[in-house]
Structure formats: structure tokens, C-alpha cells
């Protein structure tokens, strides 16, 4: 004799789950085993069960009920590797389970797996894509949590390998996702890390266009606008910028003061350098002088920059025929070993003999 369990008389979990036995025959061997499951209040004894049935009858229809019931066992016991084991054996039955997907992606980032992160991360934002628009709401909650996991792996790796592989997988996936934007900073500095100056450059100029708030952005567009001779308008700008981010932006969390005024100091500097050389190379001396004026003192244990400073400031001033102090930035230039060395002296000479009376 056939006996119908129908689920709604069984316990509250089954309530819940996505999956559904309409009937169960119990004279057949899994019909009596899938009765015992049911029937069955103790997780204890009940996992035991779960396995068994999901070993024995795996193509049974009602093998993606049992396999989303073992699922959350191993959820609530906190086991990743059976968490997975379990999770893709109902994938392969339901491909579109958001569900199964995300608890892979979660037991993922407890192992800290980089290819099942980016895995799971892709099947769980394909599962929600396909939910109906009645179901946006958990749409929204699958592809946030899919996004998050992906940012947060990223931002948590000290390899910038796997930073740049999670962070580009996040925003090839979710390119307007809440995530996305937070992860390009993180992006940026792992791309600079790993030496990879053109991807950082067009990171940057892409993110500038709507988001002139990283400092570290901004100095490394104008300084390779600069170096090509391109943009002057835009360096100006950026380097203005820098100045006034550093002026206002409050101390960087978890930084010694001493090691923020460094930062302040030295970005602040190289971005007054950079304003100046430019338009020292413009002509306009005024505003050259003014610019690496403001730079010298940053620029102090600069070994590399100071002396170029120090040279150009001695041309404006010679150009706005201040010579005295014109000489006195030579004098200072000629004192350090560098490429400017020679050509100092050389200028300082040179004013001594066109001016009289120079110190």
C-alpha cells in the first residue's frame, strides 16, 4: 500500500526549504528511508540518514530536498568542505539554486579559496539574475552578498595577485554594484604594487573623470601627463587638488601622526614640484617661483628632488630679475652633488659677473 506524505505535515524546516516531495512511496527502499527522514526530529540521528540517502539514490527526485536539508546541517555545524561537497551536488541538479550557490561562496571564503570564491561568486550572481521580478528583493540580497565576499577577500589579501584577480572579478561582475566602487582604491594600489603602472594609470584616469578624491590618483595621473608633456591643464589641476585634499583630509585610521605629517608633507610637495615644473616650462616665472617655493621646504630630504627645485628656482628668479636670491639658490644648488650640480655653478658664475654687489 502506497502512503502520501505530504510536506506540509511534517516539521517547520521543511517548510522553509525551496525544494519539494509531493509524494513518497513508502514500499519502495527510499520511500521508506526518505518516511524515516521525515519523521525524524533529532539532527544528531537525522544527518546520518541525509547521507545515506544521498549516496544511495542520487538521481531519486527527491535527492534535492535531502541535499538542501544535509546543506544546512553542515551550515550550522560549520563544516566548509562538506558545505561545498553537498552544495554542488544540488547544483548539478539545480543550476540555478541562488540558495546552494551562496553557502558554497560562504564555506569558500572560510577556506579563503580564491577560485572557489570567484566560482561561487559567479553561480550565485547568475542564480539571482535568473529569479523572477516578483523575487527582486532576494535578488538584491544574493548579488550584495556575492559582491561582498568578492570585496572584502580582495581588500583582505596581502598578495596583490589575488587583490587585482578577486577586485577585477567584482568589477567585471557587478560594474554598478554597491561594492564596486569601494574596491577601486584597493585595486589601484595592488596594480601599483605589483609594477603594473599602466593598468594603475588607466584605473585612475578612468576613476578622476567622476572622482577626484584619492590624492595617490591624482599625482600619478599628473605625473604621467607631465613626463609625456600632455594634459598641462589637467595637471594644474590635479596637482591644485592634491594640495587641497592634503590641507583638509583628516588623519589616515591607524596612522602615527608622525607617519601622516610624512605622507601630508611629501604628496603635498611632490604635488607643488610637479605645478611648478610645469610652469616653469610654460614661461610663467611668477607662478613657477610661487609653486617651488612652496615645495622646497617639503622636498628637504629629498635627495633626488631637492636639487632640481633648488635649480629652478634660481632660473625664475633669475627670469624675474631677482638675482639675489637668484644666486643664493644656485649656491645652494652647486653645494649638492647631483645632475644640476655643474650647471649651477656655471649660472652662479654667470651672475656674478652681469650683477654687481651679488652675495
Known amino acids: 500500500m502506497r502512503t502520501l506524505l505530504i510536506l506540509i505535515a511534517f516539521t517547520c524546516t521543511a517548510l522553509a526549504q ?46 534535492a530536498w535531502v541535499l538542501e536539508l544535509l546543506q544546512q546541517t ?4 560549520g ?52 529569479l523572477p521580478a516578483a ?10 552578498n556575492a559582491d561582498f565576499i568578492l570585496y572584502k577577500a580582495a581588500a583582505e589579501s596581502r598578495d596583490p595577485k589575488v587583490t587585482i584577480d578577486l577586485a577585477e572579478t567584482l568589477v567585471k561582475q557587478s560594474p554598478k554594484g554597491e561594492y564596486t566602487p569601494r574596491i577601486v582604491p584597493t585595486l589601484f594600489n595592488a ?10 594609470l588607466a584605473l585612475a584616469e578612468q576613476t578622476l573623470a567622476t572622482d577626484q578624491s584619492s590624492e595617490d590618483m591624482l599625482l600619478v595621473v599628473a605625473d604621467s601627463y607631465s613626463t609625456q608633456k600632455k594634459e598641462p591643464q589637467k595637471v594644474h589641476e590635479y596637482t591644485a587638488k592634491v594640495v587641497e585634499l592634503m590641507n583638509t583630509k583628516p588623519k589616515m585610521e591607524g596612522m602615527s601622526d608622525a607617519d601622516w605629517t610624512t605622507r601630508k608633507n611629501l604628496l603635498t610637495g611632490v604635488a607643488h614640484y610637479l605645478n611648478g615644473k610645469l610652469y616653469y616650462t610654460e614661461g610663467n616665472f611668477g607662478k ?3 609653486e617651488l617655493r612652496a615645495a622646497l621646504p617639503l622636498v628637504e630630504n629629498n635627495a633626488s628632488m631637492k636639487p632640481e627645485v633648488l635649480y ?11 638675482a639675489q636670491e637668484a644666486a ?32
Open 18 to 63: 525551496r525544494h519539494k516531495i509531493e509524494e513518497v512511496d513508502s514500499e519502495k527502499p527510499e520511500g521508506k528511508l526518505l518516511q524515516q527522514i521525515m519523521q525524524e526530529n533529532d539532527a544528531a540521528k537525522r544527518t546520518p540518514l541525509l547521507e545515506q540517502f544521498a549516496g544511495q539514490f542520487p538521481k531519486h527526485e527527491g535527492a
Open 74 to 77: 553542515y551550515v550550522k555545524a
Open 79 to 130: 563544516d566548509p568542505d562538506k558545505i561545498i561537497a553537498a552544495g554542488d551536488k544540488l547544483l548539478a541538479i539545480d543550476p540555478d539554486d541562488p540558495e546552494a550557490s551562496l553557502q558554497c561562496l560562504k564555506a569558500a571564503e572560510t577556506k579563503k579559496d580564491v577560485a572557489l570564491i570567484k566560482k561561487y561568486a559567479a553561480s550565485t550572481t547568475a542564480a539571482a539574475h535568473k
Open 135 to 144: 523575487e527582486a528583493e532576494s535578488a538584491k540580497y544574493f548579488l550584495s
Open 191 to 200: 596594480y601599483r604594487q605589483n609594477n603594473d603602472a599602466a593598468k594603475a
Open 288 to 290: 613657477a617661483d610661487a
Open 312 to 322: 629652478l628656482l634660481g632660473f625664475a628668479n633669475y627670469k624675474l630679475d631677482k
Open 328 to 359: 643664493n639658490y644656485y649656491r645652494a644648488c652647486a653645494a649638492i652633488k647631483s645632475p644640476f650640480q655643474a650647471l649651477a655653478t656655471k649660472n652662479l658664475a654667470g651672475i656674478k659677473t652681469q650683477y654687481t654687489g651679488i652675495k
